[in-house]
């Protein structure tokens, strides 16, 4: 590669579910409400199978580069060794929930220790990780019932009473040499500039996967892209992981797609920022997958879409975008910085419509 690439040595805090923790129950909630952890199989008879960006293959993961980079390589930023994160991890999760077939169901960080459900787990022999923290399931109940799950989870609640179920996560600090930073507003725009220009040999010919898409210069041009709402990503993000892991980075730090995400930066150096998630690809083999030649689209998107290329859960689908707002700030001591408003909020209408159409099944 003839490019001079931007590496950053990084120490951050990274924080991820830790199923070796689990107990039976918090093992069936993840079969039961989360599909992003279907075994292939599984996944592959669900209705999220028509989310597949190429056909036969498992769920994606956005900036993979492949479909057999394992979950396991991908973490919430926390500012620290509480694993704060700004509930981004917990907003990545409730995006795998689909209320129109679970129910009520809410997704949140708990602190086991701060809320003295610790000592609770202790009482009934159950162990959690010292530092207490976790992501809580809670199971509303529904038409002055107990939520549906109950029986299969094998808990008994009182009618009319919500359930909890704790899924505990590691939180440790891990050391990059080669990490390709996006909240960093200098890295940004290379990614943007040099990402938008990659050209792949093809019998000695360099070909470009965007046939008639023109060169960035900022990073802001392609966010609404690299933010689109399919679960996994979709084919500019699967171009982008492969040539990352080409090019040899051993991590990217990227924007959450699933939370208000923002970046404060002052003179080129982040001073605040939340909403950002990190892929490892340390010791990771080459990118598998066939390159996809994007022939359709001539300019980049300018807004934030449901779908690019895939399939998508049919109510959420139908809800319009327009009213999520990306700020940038382009010139000035600020440059760089920039913030996503309203995602968090247009969630929240989302579930409301698939607990709606939850209803509808359940009265019909």
């Not at 976790?134 to 094998?154: K, N, Y």
């Not at 993000?237 to 995400?261: E, K, N, Q």
């Not at 923002?262 to 083999?285: E, H, T």
């Amino acid at each position: 590669m003839d490019i001079d690439i931007p590496f950053t040595a990084l120490n951050v805090w990274v924080k991820q579910l830790d199923q070796s923790w689990f107990n039976e129950t918090a093992f069936v909630t993840l079969k039961s409400v989360f599909p992003l952890f279907y075994s292939p199989e599984e996944f592959n008879s669900s209705p999220l199978a028509e989310n597949q960006i190429i056909p036969g293959d498992s769920q994606e993961r956005r900036f993979a580069g492949d479909q057999f980079l394992p979950r396991g390589r991908y973490f919430s930023i926390a500012t620290d060794e509480t694993g704060a994160d700004s509930g981004t991890l917990a907003a990545e999760l409730d995006a795998y929930y689909d209320p129109a077939t679970v129910g009520p169901v809410e997704v949140a960080d708990v602190d086991l220790l701060a809320s003295g459900a610790a000592a609770e787990y202790e009482r009934h022999g159950v162990a959690i990780p010292k530092h207490g923290q976790a992501i809580g399931v809670t199971f509303l109940p529904f038409c002055e019932g107990s939520h549906p799950l109950a029986h299969r989870l094998g808990v008994r609640v009182p009618e009319g009473e919500a359930f909890g179920v704790t899924l505990p996560v590691s939180i440790r600090q891990e050391h990059f040499d080669r990490a390709i930073d996006l909240r960093m507003p200098m890295v940004a725009d290379w990614f943007a500039s040099e990402f938008s220009a990659y050209t792949f040999n093809s019998h000695e010919v360099p070909i470009s996967p965007f046939l008639l898409l023109p060169r960035l210069e900022r990073f802001y041009e392609v966010l609404p892209t690299i933010l689109c709402q399919q679960l996994g990503g979709n084919k500019f993000t699967r171009i982008a992981g492969r040539w990352l892991r080409d090019i040899g980075a051993d991590a990217l730090v990227f924007p959450s797609a699933r939370f208000d995400t923002y970046v404060l930066a002052r003179n080129s150096s982040v001073i605040q920022a939340a909403g950002w998630n990190l892929v490892d690809y340390r010791d990771a083999p080459r990118a598998s997958s066939n390159l996809n030649i994007i022939c359709d689209d001539t300019s980049w998107p300018a807004t934030i879409i449901a779908s690019s290329g895939g399939g998508y859960l049919s109510y959420q689908s139908a809800l319009a975008y327009e009213h999520i707002r990306l700020g940038y700030v382009a010139e000035g001591v600020e440059a760089g910085s920039w913030a996503l408003t309203g995602m968090r909020e247009k969630r929240t209408e989302e579930i409301c419509e698939g607990l709606k159409l939850f209803q509808e099944n359940r009265s019909a």
